[in-house]
């Protein structure tokens, strides 16, 4: 076998993924802004031209992005959410609700069967909040399904779901925040959770369909504009003539 020889990284790259882990670790958080070049020169026993090489790769990745007179912020928790994300941008919305459709059925059968008891404590304390709408718009509705995702136990599920309602939280928000906590909608939540506590796998992906359901249903009653046909398709607020102005933006 011929053996290669090591490649030695520059500083640059070093520094870079020095950062990159401090975002995907979560030191720093989407929405952070991150220390100043000088600070992280300093800390980085780097130059400033490397730092600022580092920070131009992360930027153009769609991880950072500089703010004239203000700083550099944390905009993507890491590459795979940028890329998912921007092709989110692009799709149709029926599309979007159809992608998300189909994973959540997959995590709320693998949150039923793999749940432990902490998990359980999460979605309570979720519900609860729900209850209060402590949060503001729809966060905390999107708060309860992230731990239903989490209880699935697949990492790989969770990172792609988040990415997902990200999306559907930024573009949809203002037309969910108040159907997402009626009593009809409140009342499929606390029956998802039943059925995820008593490890009912196709209780819990039909309720997951239902809720879901209700989403699209409300944002088609919500956006007449966009919808000036019949749905074709009882998941999707929009017929496929009426979807092609339905993007994402």
């Not at 053996?3 to 030695?8: A, G, Y």
């Not at 670790?25 to 026993?45: C, F, H, M, N, T």
């Not at 990415?163 to 009626?182: A, G, H, P, W």
Request: proline share 4%; aromatic share 4%; with cysteine.
């Amino acid at each position: 076998m011929q053996l290669r020889k090591p490649v030695r990284r520059s500083l640059s790259r070093q520094a870079l993924e020095t950062m990159e882990e401090m975002i995907r670790g979560g030191q720093w958080k989407v929405g952070d802004r991150i220390p100043s070049e000088p600070e992280l020169a300093r800390s980085l026993s780097v130059s400033h031209n490397t730092i600022r090489e580092a920070l131009q790769s992360l930027i153009h990745a769609g991880m950072l992005e500089a703010r004239p007179g203000d700083g550099t912020y944390v905009t993507a928790s890491d590459r795979f959410s940028v890329v998912v994300g921007n092709r989110l941008k692009e799709a149709e919305l029926p599309k979007i609700l159809e992608a998300r459709l189909a994973l959540e059925r997959e995590i709320a059968r693998l949150a039923a069967a793999n749940r432990t008891a902490s998990d359980l404590a999460s979605l309570r304390s979720a519900l609860a909040k729900c209850r209060e709408r402590s949060g503001g718009g729809i966060a905390d509705d999107m708060a309860f399904h992230a731990r239903v995702a989490e209880a699935a136990h697949n990492s790989i599920l969770a990172e792609f779901y988040q990415v997902i309602i990200s999306t559907v939280t930024e573009n949809l928000e203002f037309l969910l925040r108040e159907k997402q906590y009626d009593p009809g909608a409140m009342a499929l939540h606390d029956r998802l959770y039943e059925a995820i506590e008593t490890r009912n796998p196709s209780l819990a992906e039909e309720m997951v369909a239902a809720i879901v359901r209700f989403d699209t249903e409300s944002i088609a009653e919500l956006l007449p504009e966009r919808c000036q046909t019949p749905p074709q398709n009882a998941f999707f607020p929009c017929s496929e003539k009426s979807a092609a102005r339905s993007r994402i933006r």
